[in-house]
């Protein structure tokens, strides 16, 4: 088991990674507060794993609250199923969300916890790779609106993050590659030595070796938690953990985010990111295959659907991060190394973006 | 035209208070800073002054969102309806909401503000004397629930409150007395010279003049200020601005939330929180009596609904300032000094609701 201090000033917390967590009572005993706990999870994830956290939980007052499976369910009325729960159950300003499930479930409960009394405890418990490495660590929580995605939420730190290996056992291959893909992007914009581990690693990783998963995690919170730790709120450097986001937002958007899973279309929008970023003569064209070898070997999609760059460019703009109306990207200025761009020539993005999207 | 700069350390702003100020362009133009502005507004105050604030903001980009008039709606769903305007109107991370109106409508646009792309600038426009003195300063921001009033909500600091002065001519004399119950619970908890100012102006305040309104909102909020700059989250001291509004919450609960005004509750409330520390032996009779004076001159009504003792008590045990099923409560230890009280006599605190509540 590895652990892994955040340390955000006005807030701490601990990352504990490792096989066993779940049922390891002691350790959920010192990492979750609070005398009035629910448990917020999917029904997937309760039919797993919910009977495995109450009994390690078991003499403390515990309730759940269970909802339906899937990104479409990720809105404020989802939202408001959960505010029900807790004052249904009475749960007070000393009460804690435990948070059990992937990114959805991890972003509704963590939203919830933010505005329940104005903000209770939440901790968080992800069961996905993606979740593990990404969505649970730095605070960042909401819903949908029709009108785009994560467009109401708070920042809220959790009170603690515990990421059992183990529950990645049960996870679909097509989801462990599209945690993978996150973590390939903390290799490709901060860490150079992680590209190598990655290289070496790739089978062990698909193969679920806990070893090789716990340090994949570990090393991806580390690199998270650090650029969450100079930039809470996103007013600048936090934005480049939006690598390969604001291309593959347009991916999902135009495939009504339905065709990919988030991490395959962050994957595509990476590989693009990195061929503007050749474009632009930031990086050659080897740093580039090697991303895109180890997408390919990490099980991810490298072609683009051909939704026409005019389109994507549209849906590229509609995309939060835009200031303005100002598409800033991010971009590599060598491999392992990523910042923001906001000044570039349109036409070479055009250019990219008709090669990838025809 | 009065100014008061608050500094929480992470935020500062300025409270601009008197006559003139929705009509000062240059005003507005200082105060209101962003690219998008969305007034938030309801239907009554849009009827008077949203053509004055418009005609202010001429040349900005201006949307604005009119919502039914009253408590009953101040809801997740017409915070939903809010959020439906912002994505509508393609208001960005650099938009401002400005909230124009009394406390449900600075709630409900602050709160909106809050979690729109997690958090995007608001600036108070308060129209009542309540919100002037209370709910525009200090970042609470909140709707209802079935089950409670303000349990889904955030701290989210304004950039801005602008309190014109004018506006308060258009205000219900109940309304006027109502936001006096709040200016007078300053004075009980924190300054007696300011119980003295108030007990030689009360005519002249509730004649509306607008030097001594502009003098007692000033005052207001400097003393609220000062007490939210020392514990933000209501992690202790802040607690004291709820003098009256634990016994104050019993009662409009016990009312449906519809007989009483809030400020008309929390004067009810002070009295009894007033008696109960005299019962304690903390005040003595004529500081108890000096209270009731200044609340009956204020307009406000100083006997309680005959609802039971027993009723208030477990509508007070459900107010979720209690902690763990404690009722803690703010008393005064001397007039013009409040404390937060945990460890009482029971039975004292039962005498005193038989002796309110029979």
């Not at 990111?273 to 003569?281: C, I, K, Q």
Request: glycine share 12%.
């Amino acid at each position: 088991m590895q652990t892994l201090q955040v340390d955000l000033g006005h807030s701490q917390y601990r990352i504990t990674i490792g096989s066993g967590c779940l049922g390891d009572r002691a350790l959920l005993a010192s990492e979750i507060p609070g005398s009035g706990l629910m448990i917020v999870t999917n029904t997937t994830v309760a039919r797993l794993y919910l009977a495995k956290l109450r009994a390690s939980l078991d003499g403390r007052n515990v309730s759940e609250c269970i909802l339906p499976d899937g990104e479409q369910h990720k809105t404020l009325q989802t939202a408001g199923w959960v505010f029900d729960e807790l004052v249904g159950k009475k749960i007070n300003r000393d009460g804690v969300v435990l948070a059990l499930g992937g990114g959805v479930v991890g972003d509704i409960a963590g939203f919830a916890a933010a505005c329940y009394q104005r903000g209770i405890g939440c901790v968080q418990i992800p069961t996905t790779l993606l979740a593990q490495v990404d969505s649970s660590v730095g605070g960042k929580t909401g819903v949908n609106h029709s009108g785009g995605k994560n467009l109401i939420g708070a920042f809220h730190q959790p009170l603690a993050v515990i990421a059992d290996t183990d529950t990645l056992s049960t996870l679909p291959d097509r989801e462990l590659s599209a945690g993978l893909a996150e973590v390939i992007k903390y290799g490709c914009i901060a860490d150079p030595q992680f590209l190598d581990w990655l290289d070496s690693n790739m089978e062990e990783l698909r193969g679920r070796d806990v070893e090789a998963l716990t340090y994949a995690i570990h090393r991806s919170c580390e690199i998270k938690a650090a650029i969450v730790g100079e930039d809470e709120r996103e007013q600048g450097r936090r934005a480049i953990l939006n690598f390969g986001h604001t291309f593959g937002h347009a991916i999902e958007a135009a495939t009504d985010f339905e065709r990919y899973l988030h991490g395959e279309a962050v994957a595509l929008g990476m590989l693009m990111a990195a061929d503007f970023s050749r474009e632009l003569g930031l990086i050659d064209a080897a740093a580039q295959q090697r991303i895109d070898g180890l997408l390919r070997r990490a099980g991810l999609p490298t072609e683009a659907p051909k939704v026409g760059a005019a389109r994507a460019l549209a849906l590229m703009r509609m995309d939060k991060k835009v200031l303005s109306g100002k598409v800033r990207l991010v971009l590599l200025e060598r491999l392992g190394s990523g910042i923001v761009v906001s000044k570039y020539p349109q036409r070479a993005l055009e250019t990219t973006l008709r090669e990838h999207f025809a």
